[in-house]
C-alpha cells in the first residue's frame, strides 16, 4: 500500500488512502449485516492493515526529526487491535487517521511560492553601445564600464549611472514609491527600475550578478529557506498527551494482565480530536477567509497568523492608495481653479505619465469638459506642451526660480513641501497660471483597519517604507503606529522582519516586488494582491484579492477565531477521550465499544470545529443595499466637492494679503458654493445617510458628533454669508470684517477636512 501512494501524484495520495480504509469499513459493515462474519473480519483486518504500514512510516520519519508525533498513538493502536484481533475497532482507526491526513492535507497544499514572477521580469539580455553601433548581448557578457541603452518601458538590467540626464525612472519595484524620479546625469541607477522617459545610456558600475535586483532575488529565497518550522498545534498538544495516553495504557496492562484492556486504552486514546478537530477548524476558517477574498495559503500560515502580535506595514499601496492624487488646484489671481485643472487635464490627455493620469482622472470626476490638444510634445523629466483652445499650455516643471515667483505660487509651493506633495504647474503663453499639488492619499479604511487588529491581538505596529521620513511619519500620526522606519532597501526590510521574529510572530504586509523577500522572512507574509506585483504574491502566505486592507483585519479575526475554535475542540476532546481512557482502563469498555465511542467524541469536535466556517457574530455591520448605495452616493460626492474645499482656502488665503475688490468676488464665490452645493449635501447627510446608518450602528448616538459637527459647518456658512452682506452694504470689506471673516475661512477649512476624513474613515469604509 504504501509503494501504491508513493507512487501517486500528491494530489491523490490521501483521497486514495481515505477511499482504501473507508471502503474496507464499509465492506466489513456490509458483510456482517450480511451473517459473513468471517468475511467482514476479513475487510476490518485488510483495512486495518492498509493504514499500518504508512502509519509506521510517518512515525519514524517524525522521530528522525526529533518529533513523536500524534501518529505514533494511532499506530500502536492499529498493531494491538491486528494482534488482538480487535479488527473492527482497528478499521475505525484507519478511517479516522485517513480522514485526519485527507483534511490536513488540503489545509496545507499551497501555490508555488518560487518566486517565478522575479524570475520572469528579471531581463536577459541588454543593449550594449560600441561607439555607433548597438548591439543586443547576453547580461551575463554585461562588465563593468560598458554602456547599456534602455529604452522606454524597459529595465534597467544592471546597477550604473546616467551619462545623459536627465532620466525619468519609476522605482515603484524597488522602492514601492509610484512617483517618477528624475536622475541626473552621473547619477546612480539600480537594476529593476523602469524607465519611464525616453531611451537614456547607463554606464554600468556593477555586473548583473552584483547588481540591486539579483540580490533581492537572492534575499527572497534565502529568506524563505532561512524560515524557522513551526510547531503545528496538534504538536504542541501530543507532547503531553501521547506519554499521558502511553502511560494508561501500560496501567491498565499491568493492573489486569489483559493486553485487550491495554488496546483498549489506546483505542479510545488514538487522538482524532487533534488528527480531526484542528485540520476541519482550519479548513473551514480556510474557506471563511476566502468568502472575505482572502486567500491564506495553508493551515500552518491561519495558525500563525492567530498568534500574531507584531505587525510590519510597507505604506504605499498598503496604508496609501498607491497612485497619486489631487491635493488641491491653486489658480493665479483672475483664474478659477477650475479652468486650471479643465486645461491641464485636456493637455495631459496626451501623456502616459502616473501624474498626468491623477490630473485627468480629478478633472473628469468633477465633470470638467476637456477639450482636445494639438501640436503635442512631451519631454522626459520637464513635462507636457501643446495648443489647448488656441493657446500655448505646459504642464510639469518650471523653469521659474522660487524667488522670482508670485505669491501664490510660492505658497503653493510651501504647502506642497509640508505635505510631501508633488506639483505640476501649469503655464498659459508663457504666463505661470496655477499649480496642481498631488499625493497618494490615505486608504480610507486603513485607520480603522489598524485599530481592528489591535483589538484582534497585534501590540506592536511599525511601517517599513522606501518613501522619504517627513510623508511617511505623517501617515504613521495619523493612524496610529508605534514606529517609522524610512528609505529603507529591500536588505533593510529583511533584517527589521528577521529581529521582530525574534521576539514574538510577525506579520509583514506589502504589494511590491521591494517586498517579496520581506514577505518571505516573516512568520506571516502578506500581499496586497489585487493591485500588487505577482511577485509578492507568489512570495506570500496570505493574499488579499481585494484592494481594500480592512480584509487584513477580517482575516486576523477569522485566523484568532479559528485558533480558539481549534483550541477549544481539540481540548474538549481529548478530555473526553481522558475520561474513555479511565473506563477502559476500569475494563468498561472493550476496544470495538471505545472505537465506536471514540466515533461519538470524534462527531461532537467536527461539529464545533465547523463553526469556524460560520461568521462571527456581529463581525460585520450588515447594511441594506439601499444604504450601501447612500454611502458610494455621498462618497462621490466628497470627491466633486474638493474644489469647494480649495476655494474656501483660496479666499482665506487670499484675504491674509489682499483686502481689495478681488477678495470680497472669492468670498462671493465660497458664499456662492457654500449655500448651493455644500449645505445642501450635509443637509441630505443628515437626514438621508445618517438615519440609515443609526440601525446598524446601534443608535443614533453613533452619528451624533458628526451632527455637530455638521451644525458648526453651518454656523460658519452663516457667519460668511452675513460678511458678504454686509460688504456688499458697504460696497467693500469693511477693515473690522477681516480678522473675523479670515477666521471663519480657515475654521471653515479645517473642519470641513476634519469632518470629511472622519465621515470617510467611520462610515465610507463599512460599504464593500
Given at each position: 500500500m ?19 480504509t ?23 483486518m ?7 504500514v ?80 548597438v548591439?543586443v ?27 545623459a ?21 552621473g547619477e ?28 533581492i532575488?537572492?534575499?527572497a ?71 472575505q ?19 510590519l ?43 498626468a ?22 519631454e ?17 516643471k ?5 524667488e ?10 510651501n ?38 487588529l ?23 500620526a ?53 493591485r ?10 496570505v ?30 476532546g ?11 482502563l ?17 462527531v ?22 439601499a ?37 470680497l ?52 456658512a ?6 458678504v ?8 470689506l469693511r ?10 475661512l ?23
Open positions: 504504501l509503494r501504491v501512494l508513493s507512487a501517486l501524484d500528491d494530489r491523490w495520495r490521501e483521497p486514495v488512502f481515505l477511499a482504501a473507508g471502503g474496507a469499513l464499509v465492506g466489513g459493515g456490509v458483510a456482517w449485516l450480511a451473517g459473513a462474519v468471517g468475511v467482514a473480519d476479513g475487510f476490518w485488510a483495512g486495518t492493515a492498509v493504514a499500518v504508512p502509519a509506521v512510516v510517518w512515525v519514524v520519519a517524525a522521530l528522525r526529526k526529533g518529533r513523536a508525533g500524534v501518529d505514533l498513538i494511532a499506530a500502536l493502536a492499529l498493531a494491538g487491535t491486528l494482534a488482538v484481533g480487535e479488527y473492527l475497532a482497528g478499521a475505525l482507526i484507519a478511517v479516522m487517521l485517513a480522514t485526519g491526513r485527507a483534511l490536513d492535507a488540503a489545509a496545507e497544499r499551497r501555490a508555488s511560492r518560487d518566486l517565478r514572477a522575479l524570475l520572469e521580469r528579471a531581463p536577459r539580455s541588454a543593449r550594449r553601445r560600441s561607439g555607433d553601433e548591439v548581448v547576453a547580461l551575463a557578457d554585461v562588465r563593468v564600464g560598458d554602456v547599456v541603452v534602455v529604452g522606454p518601458g524597459e529595465v534597467v538590467p544592471v546597477d550604473g549611472r546616467v551619462l540626464g536627465p532620466a525619468m525612472l519609476d522605482e515603484a519595484a524597488l522602492t514601492g514609491e509610484s512617483t517618477i524620479i528624475e536622475r541626473g546625469t546612480a541607477v539600480r537594476s529593476g527600475v523602469v524607465n519611464a522617459g525616453g531611451a537614456v545610456d547607463i554606464e554600468a558600475t556593477a555586473t548583473a550578478e552584483d547588481s540591486t535586483y539579483a540580490q532575488v537572492r534575499l529565497e534565502q529568506a524563505g529557506a532561512q524560515r524557522a518550522p513551526v510547531v503545528r498545534l496538534a504538536e504542541r498538544y501530543a507532547a503531553w498527551f501521547l506519554p499521558l495516553s502511553l502511560g494508561v495504557a501500560g496501567a491498565a496492562w499491568l493492573i489486569s494482565g489483559s493486553a485487550v484492556r491495554a488496546v483498549a486504552v489506546l483505542v479510545v486514546a488514538t487522538p482524532c480530536p487533534l488528527l480531526l478537530a484542528a485540520p476541519v477548524a482550519i479548513v473551514s476558517g480556510l474557506s471563511r477567509a476566502a468568502r477574498g482572502v486567500i491564506v495559503r495553508d493551515g500552518g500560515a491561519l495558525e500563525r497568523l492567530g498568534r500574531a502580535r507584531t505587525l506595514l510597507d505604506k504605499t499601496g498598503t496604508l496609501t492608495r498607491g497612485r497619486p492624487r489631487v491635493l488641491q488646484v491653486a489658480a493665479a489671481p483672475g483664474r478659477a481653479p477650475s479652468e486650471v485643472l479643465r486645461l491641464a487635464a485636456s493637455l495631459d490627455q496626451m501623456s502616459a505619465h502616473v501624474l493620469e491623477a490630473i485627468v482622472a480629478e478633472a473628469r470626476a468633477r465633470g470638467l469638459a476637456l477639450s482636445a490638444p494639438r501640436e503635442v510634445t512631451e522626459p523629466g520637464r513635462g507636457v506642451t501643446g495648443m489647448v483652445d488656441g493657446q500655448r499650455v505646459s504642464v510639469g518650471t523653469g521659474i526660480p522660487l522670482a515667483r508670485p505669491g501664490w505660487a510660492r505658497a503653493a509651493d504647502r506642497a513641501a509640508l505635505d510631501g506633495a508633488a506639483v505640476a504647474w501649469l503655464t498659459v503663453d508663457g504666463v505661470l497660471c496655477g499649480a496642481i499639488l498631488l499625493l497618494d492619499p490615505l486608504r480610507h479604511d486603513a485607520p480603522r483597519t489598524l485599530r481592528r489591535r483589538s484582534a491581538g497585534i501590540d506592536r505596529l511599525l511601517m517599513l517604507t522606501g518613501d522619504r521620513a517627513e510623508p511617511a511619519r505623517e501617515v504613521a495619523v493612524v496610529g503606529l508605534d514606529e517609522v522606519r524610512a528609505e529603507q532597501l529591500p536588505a533593510d526590510k529583511v533584517a527589521a522582519v528577521r529581529a521582530e521574529t525574534s521576539r514574538a510572530v510577525t506579520v509583514m504586509v506589502g504589494d511590491g516586488i521591494n517586498d517579496a523577500p520581506a514577505l518571505s522572512a516573516a512568520d506571516v507574509g502578506v500581499a496586497m494582491g489585487a500588487g506585483s505577482t511577485a509578492s504574491s507568489e512570495a506570500a502566505d493574499v488579499l484579492v481585494t484592494d481594500r486592507v480592512d480584509r487584513l483585519a477580517d482575516a486576523m479575526e477569522i485566523a484568532v477565531r479559528t485558533r480558539r475554535i481549534a483550541v477549544q475542540s481539540a481540548a474538549g481529548m478530555a473526553m477521550s481522558l475520561v474513555a481512557m479511565v473506563a477502559a476500569l475494563g468498561w469498555l472493550p476496544p470495538a465499544a471505545g472505537a465506536l465511542l471514540q466515533e461519538g467524541i470524534d461532537v469536535v467536527i461539529l464545533n470545529a465547523l463553526r469556524a466556517v460560520l461568521p462571527r457574530r456581529g463581525a460585520r455591520l450588515a447594511l441594506e443595499p444604504t450601501e448605495d447612500l454611502i458610494r452616493r455621498f462618497a462621490a460626492e466628497h470627491d466633486d466637492l474638493a474644489d469647494v474645499l480649495d476655494a474656501v482656502r483660496d479666499a482665506a488665503g487670499l484675504l491674509a494679503v489682499e483686502h481689495g475688490p478681488q477678495v468676488g472669492a468670498v462671493r464665490e465660497v458664499d456662492r458654493l457654500l449655500t448651493e452645493r455644500l449645505l445642501p449635501h450635509e443637509y441630505a447627510e443628515e437626514h438621508e445617510l445618517y438615519p440609515a446608518l443609526a440601525g446598524p450602528l446601534g443608535g443614533g448616538e453613533a452619528t451624533a458628533t458628526m451632527s455637530r459637527a455638521h451644525s458648526e459647518i453651518d454656523r460658519l452663516r457667519r460668511i454669508a452675513t460678511h452682506k454686509v460688504a456688499e452694504t458697504a460696497g467693500q477693515p473690522e470684517q477681516l480678522e473675523d471673516l479670515r477666521a471663519c480657515y475654521g471653515l477649512h479645517s473642519v470641513l477636512r476634519l469632518h470629511f476624513v472622519q465621515e470617510e474613515e467611520n462610515y465610507f469604509s463599512l460599504a464593500p
